[in-house]
C-alpha cells in the first residue's frame, strides 16, 4: 500500500483518519506542523501527504510551496482537505502544486478514504499511461460493446479502454446495441441506463435471456437518478449502477477489466 502522511494538528481528528486509513490497510502516519513533514519527506518515501491549509506556524500554502520548491521528491502527491472552500484557496492551492483538494466538511471520515483510494487510482492509471506511450499499446484480447448515445461520452470512455488494450465497438441506440450484441463475440457490455429506443433495463434484459450473451459481464451506468430503471437492473442481478458524471475513464476501465478478470499491471 501507499505511505501517506496526514498533516493535521488536531490529535483528535488524526487518530480519527488513522484509524480508518489503516482499516483500509493503509501505511499512514500523522504528523501536527508543516515542519515536522517536512523533515521526514527528507528521511523516508511518501507516496501522498494529506494536508490541512490552516495549521500554527507553518499553514498548507507554505508547506506546499516548500516541498514543491526543490529538495523533495518532485513524485510525492499533494493532496489538500480543508474547510477553506472559496474557489481563490483552490486556485492558490493548485497553482503551489497541489494535486487534489478536498472541502473537508464533505467527507465522513470512511469517505475521504474512498476518495483518497480515487485519487491514487488516477495516479496510478497516469503513470501506465505515461509507459504506454513510450512502448506502445499491448492489446489484451478482449472485445468490449460500449452502449453510449452521447457522442462525447462514447468518445472518451472509448478512447480510455482503447489505450488499455481493448478492442471496442460502439452501438448509440438500443435496437443497435442488441443487433450488434448477437453478431460479435464480447468478453463484457458496458449499458447506458437510457438510450434512444430502450432502457438500460430492457436492454439488459434481452442480454440476459440470449443463451449466447446471457453469461457476458456487464458494467451498467446513468446519468440521471431514476431509481425505476435502477430498481429493475438491481432485480436482474446487476450489482452495482455507477454514476456516469462521477465515473472517470480510468475507473470504468478498472471496471471492466474486473469484470474481464484482468489483473492490475
Known sequence: ???????????????????????????????????????????????????????????????????????????????????????????????????????????TPGELVEEIKNVLHEFKEQKKNIRRRENGIEKNGKRILLMEDEAVFAEMFGEKLTFDGFDVEVAMTGQESIKKSKEGHYDAFIVDMVMPGMTGDEIIAQLLADEGTRNVPIVAYTASDIDEIIKKVKALGIKEVYTKTQLTPSKLAMKVREACGIEEE
Do not use: C, W
Open 1 to 107: 500500500m501507499p505511505k501517506i502522511v496526514l498533516v493535521e494538528d488536531d490529535p483528535m481528528i488524526s487518530e480519527i483518519y488513522e484509524r480508518k486509513f489503516r482499516e483500509e490497510g493503509f501505511d499512514i502516519s500523522s504528523v501536527a506542523s508543516g515542519e515536522q513533514v517536512l523533515e521526514l519527506a527528507k528521511k523516508e518515501h511518501i507516496d501522498l501527504i494529506l494536508t490541512d491549509l490552516l495549521m500554527p506556524k507553518m499553514d498548507g500554502f507554505e508547506l506546499i510551496k516548500q516541498l514543491r520548491g526543490g529538495g523533495y521528491d518532485p513524485d510525492i502527491r499533494i493532496i489538500v482537505s480543508s474547510n477553506l472552500s472559496e474557489i481563490e484557496d483552490h486556485k492558490k492551492a493548485f497553482s503551489l502544486g497541489a494535486n487534489g483538494f478536498v472541502v473537508k466538511s464533505d467527507y
